[in-house]
């Protein structure tokens, strides 16, 4: 397929290149500073200014125009990068989660927050360097980057058995998952060296259309796919998720990996337009594993006695209902994926958060031992509570226009059957979100929610921030839906059948 198809001109000005650049030189002048107080300014500055710029970058994005915009194309080790409406999204959630994210730090009293924050805006590069690039071998790199600083901090802040068994686990999901990834990418690069005489290539424009159904296609969806559901989480891939949110380093790593959703991103972006013969082939069996992983992890859910455990079920249960939007292969679904993953990500990490937050109060985030808490820190309960709302899709945030939008897709491609069933298990997820929600926040069943601190001027910050985006993009969701709709649509017309 040619280039024309994916941006219509060259940028003017390398604004993609210095939004890369921006938390690299954040992250070696935080790391220079070392430990003086400087550190703590520095890297919150940083990240607030990666956040601006990432605005300003989605500003001169034309959500009117199909295909990639913004291109910059250099001979240099095969850079090429290019956004559109749907890398917006995802640029925009991972910068704001970057903040919030130097903000919960500080909160909890971290030590060395230069090496903190060096190690934070080293992911941010990551997950910036992800959602930029056009060419799949550098995605590669970049999610190895961003998986290198994730295993560093749970590396260097686990301090017990439990969580350096956690941290093994981590490493042996992730890294089969990259491995997986990796192989996918060399199967692309033959695949299209077959084609072209010897002469090989990772770049989107270069791949595709240009790979042909049958072995080398299947291989290579196989691989890009189940590389990405391990990171994203999916059932059953999601092994990892709950002992690290257990015993990991609270919030930070797990918002970094399931926060930005880069596993849909990465499906989106590079999946679904280079194996689209295997995408309809296989589409049947991977809609109905995310539909028994709506409801298989939505009961396990029930069944949790530690808050953090719970929260990872509800990850995985709703990651499930993005990826039936994403493989509906239909406009509206696609969307409505997209932002339900910006909801998901802001609601999910706002909950870690307040876990985070509690777990600093009593020393423990077992449902058993917490109740009560509502009298003391009503701002964090009233929280918790509309994050999980969210999750749901209550109106007034993301999750409503984007559930319906997904549901509206599941009943045009899957019939009102499957659908019915999907909606269902969203609605047992509002169920043991809620009685989670119950047992922390206002059981009166024990005392240690009667001597526990007020809430704090940074956690009234952080949990405020996410309040207060999850809430402005759920009224005015209309300039979100303008800027996803013809990057949509322009995937979802690879699928018409």
């Known amino acids: 397929m040619p280039s024309e198809t994916f941006w219509f001109q060259q940028a003017a000005l390398p604004l993609l290149a210095l939004l890369q650049l921006?938390?690299?030189?954040?992250?070696?002048?935080?790391?220079?500073?070392?430990?003086?107080?400087?550190?703590?300014?520095?890297?919150?500055?940083?990240?607030?200014?990666?956040?601006?710029?990432?605005?300003?970058?989605?500003?001169?994005?034309?959500?009117t125009r199909a295909g990639l915009?913004?291109?910059?194309?250099?001979?240099?080790?095969?850079?090429?990068?290019?956004?559109?409406?749907?890398?917006i999204v995802f640029l925009?959630?991972?910068?704001?989660?970057?903040?919030?994210?130097?903000l919960y730090g500080m909160s909890r009293g971290m030590i060395s927050p230069g090496r903190l924050f060096s190690v934070l805006?080293?992911?941010?590069?990551g997950l910036v360097g992800m959602l930029v690039t056009v060419n799949i071998a550098w995605f590669a790199f970049f999610s190895a980057l961003e998986l290198w600083a994730v295993v560093y901090l749970l590396r260097r802040w686990a301090s017990s058995r439990a969580e350096t068994q956690a941290l093994a686990r981590f490493i042996q999901y992730q890294g089969f998952g990259l491995a997986l990834f990796v192989a996918g990418c060399f199967v692309l690069g033959w695949g299209y060296a077959e084609n072209t005489g010897g002469r090989w290539s990772f770049d989107l424009f270069d791949l595709s259309g240009t790979l042909p159904a049958g072995k080398f296609q299947t291989a290579a969806f196989y691989l890009l796919f189940y590389g990405l559901?391990?990171?994203?989480?999916l059932f059953p891939l999601h092994g990892w998720l709950p002992n690290m949110a257990q015993h990991g380093l609270i919030a930070v790593a797990p918002a970094l990996m399931v926060g930005v959703k880069v596993g849909i991103y990465g499906m989106a972006r590079f999946v679904l337009p280079l194996t689209p013969d295997a995408v309809l082939a296989w589409q049947p069996y991977v809609v109905g594993f995310a539909m028994a992983g709506v409801f298989f992890t939505a009961a396990l859910a029930f069944l949790?006695?530690?808050?953090?455990?719970?929260?990872?079920?509800?990850?995985?249960?709703?990651?499930?209902?993005?990826?039936?939007?994403?493989?509906?292969?239909?406009?509206?679904?696609?969307?409505?994926?997209?932002?339900?993953a910006a909801n998901f990500g802001l609601a999910v990490t706002g909950m870690w958060f307040i876990v985070g937050f509690v777990f600093r109060r009593t020393g423990t985030t077992e449902l058993g031992e917490l109740s009560g808490l509502f009298e003391r820190i009503p701002f964090l309960a009233v929280a918790f509570l509309t994050c999980g709302l969210a999750i749901v899709g209550m109106p007034g945030t993301p999750g409503f226009d984007a559930a319906h939008l997904v549901l509206e897709a599941a009943i045009d491609r899957f019939g009102a059957l499957s659908t019915v069933a999907t909606a269902l298990g969203n609605v047992a997820a509002a169920g043991f979100l809620l009685w989670a929600f119950q047992k922390a926040f206002l059981s009166q069943e024990k005392t240690a929610g009667r001597d526990v601190d007020r809430t704090l001027a940074m956690e009234y910050a952080v949990c405020g921030i996410a309040l207060a985006a999850l809430l402005a993009i759920g009224f005015f969701t209309e300039p979100w839906l303008r800027l996803t709709d013809t990057a949509s649509q322009a995937l979802a017309a690879r699928f018409v059948q």
Not at 48 to 63: E, K, R, S
């Open 229 to 233: 559901a391990v990171r994203t989480p």
């Open 92 to 102: 925009l959630l991972a910068a704001l989660l970057t903040l919030l994210m130097t």
């Open 121 to 125: 805006l080293l992911a941010e590069a």
């Open 69 to 87: 915009q913004l291109a910059e194309r250099g001979a240099l080790l095969g850079y090429h990068v290019a956004v559109d409406g749907i890398a």
């Open 22 to 63: 921006l938390p690299l030189a954040g992250a070696a002048l935080v790391y220079a500073l070392g430990e003086r107080p400087a550190a703590v300014l520095g890297g919150k500055l940083c990240a607030l200014a990666v956040l601006l710029f990432a605005g300003y970058v989605a500003a001169q994005v034309d959500p």
């Open 304 to 340: 949790q006695s530690n808050l953090r455990r719970l929260l990872a079920f509800a990850v995985v249960s709703h990651t499930s209902l993005l990826v039936i939007g994403l493989f509906s292969l239909h406009s509206a679904g696609i969307q409505g994926a997209v932002l339900l």
